[in-house]
Each structure stands twice: as structure tokens, then as C-alpha cells.
């Protein structure tokens, strides 16, 4: 196509304009996360990682392997917070450099794997920076499809088994990918592994001339997770997590999980919905004339939504579906183009669907998890780019793949989600809590953190807050079966009252007030009923979720905990 020869290799006449943005972009996100990596500790969703991480065996019930995978990776870096974001940073980008570079687009190698590495650092929008099952997930499918798609790597134009044998240290590099991919998939979602092993599996049987390199990724991958977890522990942790799921009434079992999807998408707002149906029609129907008219209508559609979000950045609100507004919008996008290379296209069409697969088994709404997946859609974005024939066309779509991920990563830097305060606001240095070394928070977290040490210093913490595990954390104690009552479980603090004796039920401290959805739980009603005999602490204001909450802790009056000295 006429649009494949206008990009040229790095350092071989390539547009001055779009190297310079390249790295202006990539300047701007990797700039961001290198001045935030030691700034900023988020008491919700961070706090639980680092739990987990710290002890992947700690807690009764687990429905989440991750922590076996990112803890020797947090002891590499010597427990220290900062080493330990910055080592996920470089994985990113690695695997991102990777993916590109490995996309089936006849295009410069170099040139897409500098631009791969830019767009997998939005894996940590909106400022989820702290390695988590989300950053091993997107991390894993990145390096899957990067494995794959070098074993298949073929030239234009050619058909699937018409494809190119790779020599053995090729074949080698790419069963290493698929295997690393997989095993952190094992650990960071298991939907999205069962998903990878069962495609690879298939795309083997269909491709006999990638078929070492592959079936070696899976062989490879099969290791690597029993080098993470002995198989004897792995069966145990699958039947832990099993029981777990179930008695905590997890929407994670096939029937649960497709009826979860479609009731999500009840909460997309109608553009998207317009936006989704039309590129569906242009890329079914991409051999007619209505594709392209049904493309742009998507391209139009997912951009309105994008400018009726504006205004709520601006005020400092994350949008809902901003992933989902780009994996539409490059949907529409591929329907106008029509790379017609099968590897392109297919290419393509496997980037759009994996934010998808990435966002199985969650707990947010399932379309609006695809805002830590925007990496695909960006790359799904650049590859059509280049093989866009109308120059002003191919100019606008690569300027938007440019300054996409720089302008999200400012956005999520200014208004961080979980944090009190923008990322340059974090000044004041405090302990790390579960980790080594200091972190620079902002002064209202600062200060909650002082009111907090020691309250309840060894002790059993049941948190009625609905806030999140790091409150615990702070005063020194220890939620017990879970190391997080979330707000959207209402009965999961039956479930851990019912695991404690009562002993433990009395000695425990409380923290109130009440989330409204645990109002009508066992430890509630409880200690309703026992309120006089604890006395109350009252901390300082502290934002959850971009509500200042006034937390108070209720302990034994009989045995008050003294605060230490921090």
C-alpha cells in the first residue's frame, strides 16, 4: 500500500516530525513515572498489593495469586518502594519494545519499538504505580502476543501457512516471550492465562511452520510457573482460591462472569454503545462501501465521548471509559483502512480484543477496566497509521497515537487515582509502610498517617470503613482471613466473623463509621450492641476514592494501645 512506504527505518529518512514526537512523548511518560516512582502511597488498592506481595500465604482465604509472582521481584528490590515501581516500569517497556517491534507490519522495527515501549507505560494509568495482578497482566499478554506474532512473522502479503520459518535462536526468543507472558498471566489473571495457553494452542495447530516456537512457549511457560510454585503448591492454591471464590461469592465462574460483562456494559454511555455497534458493522462488512462511512461514524462517536469528558478531567475526575472510547475509536479506525495484509489486519484485530481479556475477573465494571489497557489500542492506533494511504489522514491518527499516552499520563500525574493529591504535591517524607526506606506523601496523608501509628499495634483490626487496607497498616495491626473488607462485598464481613473465635472478636479494635453496605453485617450488629465498652480515637480527615472520610477507632477501653514513636 502506498501508505507502507512512507514510513522508513530510524536514521534512514523517517519523518523528522514523528521521531521528535516519539520522543517527546516517551520523554513525558517515563519522565512522569521516574519523578513519581518515590512519591505518593495509596491506602486502597497499592495497600493491598504490597500486602499480598509481602505475604502471598498470609491470609486464610486468597482468590489472588499474584503476590507468589511479585514476591521475589519486591525482594530483588530490597523491599524498597521506590526500586520496586521502577523495576515494573522496565518490564513495561521492555515488553512493550518487544510487541512492537514484533507487530507484522512490514514497517521499521526500531521505530515501532520505541513506540511500544511508550504506549505500555499507560498500563499504569490512572497512577496504579505500585506492580500489581493488573501491571503482570497487561505485562503478560504484551509479551504473549509479542512471542506469537515473531514465531508467525511473515512477509506482506503472504498467507498464515505460508509463513516464514525462523531460525532456532528466533524460535528460541520467541518461546522465551510466550513462556514469561503466560506465567505472569498464571499469576496476575488466571482468565486471561486459560485464555493466551488455550489461543497459542490454537494458532499452533493452525500455523505448522510457527508451531516449535510455539508449542516451546507453552512447554517453557508450564516451567517457569512451576519455577514460581512448586506443582504440589499450585494444586493446593488452586483449591484454596476455588473455595475461596465460593465462599465469597466472587462473580468469576462461567455463568457469573458473561452475565457480569453484559450487565457492565448497561453503565457505557450511549455514544460508546453507538460507537461499538458501528465499528462492529464496518469491520463485518469491510469489503462494502458502508465500512468506511461505519467507520467513521465510530472514529466520530468515540471522539464525542472523549470531548464530553474533557470538562471532568479538567475538574480532576478520571473518565469511566476512556480505554474503551480508544479501543473503539482505532476499531472505527481499522474499518476506514483496511490493512489488507492478512498479518496486519490480524494483528490488529488481536490488539483490539485483548484489553477484553485483560480485564476479565474484576471487580470494577469490566469496560472500565479497559482504562489499564490502553496500551493496545494506542499500538492498534499507530500500526493502522502507517498504513493509512491519505497523508492528513495517516499526520492526524499518528499525532493522536503521539500525544495520547503523554496526555494521559499528565492527566492521571495531576489527579492520581486513590491519591489525596497531584503527584507534585507529594513532599512530605514518611516511613514506607510495608516496605523499606522513605516515601514523599502529600501533608493530608502525611498527617492521617501520624494519628494512626500505633493504635492498635498487634492487634486484630476489623475495618467497617469500606476504605481500605492500608488504615490497618497504619495503626500497627492486622485484618483478619482478608486483608481487605471492600466496599463492594457487602458479605464478606460475615464471612471473616464467622472464621473468629470469640475471643478474638472481643479483643479486636473496630474502625467506623460504618460503610453503609456493611450496616446490616454480623460485626456491625455486634458491635452496636458492645459500642460501651470500647473508648474512640478520632483521625484526621483522609481522601478515599475522592471522598474525605473522618475515620474513628474503637479499641478495648480495658486495653488501651499506646502510639509509638514513629
Not at 299 to 325: K, N, Q
Not at 342 to 366: E, H, I, M, Y
Not at 428 to 443: Q, W
Amino acid at each position: 500500500m502506498k501508505g507502507a512506504r512512507d514510513i522508513r527505518p530510524v536514521g534512514d529518512g523517517a519523518q523528522p516530525w514523528l521521531i521528535a514526537g516519539l520522543f517527546a512523548s516517551l520523554l513525558v511518560c517515563g519522565g512522569l513515572l521516574v519523578y513519581g516512582s518515590g512519591r505518593g502511597f495509596d491506602l486502597t488498592d497499592e495497600a493491598f498489593y504490597l500486602i499480598r506481595t509481602r505475604e502471598p500465604d498470609g491470609y486464610a482465604l486468597s482468590y489472588q495469586p499474584f503476590g507468589y509472582l511479585l514476591h521475589p521481584l519486591f525482594s530483588l528490590a530490597a523491599e524498597n518502594l521506590q526500586s520496586f515501581r521502577a523495576l515494573g516500569f522496565a518490564i513495561a517497556a521492555c515488553a512493550g519494545a518487544l510487541l512492537g517491534a514484533a507487530l507484522p507490519s512490514g514497517r521499521p522495527r526500531r521505530l515501532f519499538g520505541l513506540y511500544g515501549a511508550l504506549a505500555s507505560l499507560t498500563i499504569f494509568f490512572p497512577w496504579i504505580v505500585t506492580p500489581s495482578y493488573n501491571s503482570a497482566a497487561n505485562i503478560g499478554a504484551l509479551l504473549v502476543l509479542a512471542g506469537v506474532f515473531s514465531a508467525l512473522r511473515a512477509s506482506p502479503g503472504a498467507p498464515l501457512a505460508a509463513a516464514l520459518p525462523s531460525s532456532l535462536p528466533s524460535a528460541l526468543s520467541s518461546s522465551l516471550q510466550i513462556a514469561a507472558g503466560l506465567c505472569l498471566a498464571a499469576f496476575g489473571k488466571p482468565p486471561l492465562f486459560a485464555i493466551a495457553a488455550l489461543a497459542v494452542a490454537l494458532v499452533a495447530l493452525a500455523a505448522p511452520r510457527g508451531r516449535t516456537a510455539l508449542v516451546g512457549g507453552l512447554v517453557i511457560g508450564a516451567a517457569l510457573i512451576c519455577l514460581v510454585l512448586p506443582p504440589g503448591q499450585i494444586a493446593v492454591l488452586v483449591a484454596r482460591m476455588s473455595l475461596s471464590q465460593h465462599v465469597l461469592g466472587m462473580p468469576n465462574t462461567p455463568l457469573a462472569l458473561p452475565a457480569k460483562i453484559v450487565r457492565d456494559w448497561l453503565a457505557v454511555p450511549p455514544l460508546l454503545t453507538a460507537a461499538a455497534l458501528a465499528a462492529a458493522f464496518g469491520l463485518a462488512f469491510r469489503r462494502h462501501r458502508p465500512a468506511t462511512w461505519l467507520g467513521a461514524a465510530a472514529v466520530t462517536f468515540s471522539l464525542a465521548y472523549v470531548a464530553t469528558i474533557v470538562p471532568d478531567a479538567i475538574d480532576g475526575e478520571i473518565p469511566d471509559f476512556l480505554g474503551l472510547a480508544l479501543v473503539l475509536l482505532a476499531a472505527g479506525y481499522a474499518a476506514i483502512v483496511r490493512p489488507r495484509p492478512w498479518p496486519s489486519r490480524l494483528a490488529v484485530l488481536v490488539l483490539l480484543a485483548t484489553p477484553a481479556a485483560v480485564a476479565l475477573g474484576t471487580f470494577n465494571n469490566q469496560w472500565f477496566q479497559l482504562n489499564f489497557s490502553m496500551a493496545f489500542g494506542f499500538l492498534a492506533l499507530f500500526a493502522l497509521a502507517a498504513a493509512d494511504a491519505l497523508p492528513w489522514r495517516r499526520a492526524a491518527a499518528q499525532a493522536l497515537a503521539l500525544a495520547g499516552p503523554a496526555a494521559a499520563m499528565l492527566l492521571a500525574a495531576c489527579h492520581p487515582y486513590s491519591l489525596p493529591a497531584s503527584i507534585f504535591d507529594q513532599q512530605v517524607p514518611i516511613t514506607t509502610p510495608l516496605a523499606r526506606g522513605p516515601v514523599l506523601v502529600d501533608p493530608q496523608t502525611a498527617a492521617f498517617a501520624r494519628a494512626a501509628d500505633g493504635l492498635a499495634s498487634g492487634r486484630l483490626v476489623i475495618d467497617l470503613s469500606g476504605t481500605g487496607p492500608g488504615v490497618a497498616v497504619l495503626m500497627g495491626g492486622r485484618a483478619p482471613v482478608l486483608p481487605w473488607l471492600n466496599p463492594a462485598t457487602p458479605t464478606w464481613p460475615d464471612v471473616v466473623w464467622s472464621r473468629l473465635t470469640p475471643q478474638a472478636r472481643e479483643a479486636a479494635v473496630f474502625v467506623g463509621p460504618v460503610w453503609p453496605a456493611f450496616a446490616a453485617s454480623q460485626p456491625a450488629r455486634w458491635f452496636e450492641a458492645h459500642r460501651a465498652a470500647y473508648c474512640r480515637a478520632l483521625l484526621p480527615p483522609m481522601t478515599f476514592w475522592g471522598e474525605a472520610r473522618s475515620l474513628e477507632v474503637w479499641r478495648p477501653c480495658a486495653q488501651p494501645a499506646q502510639p509509638s514513636a514513629r
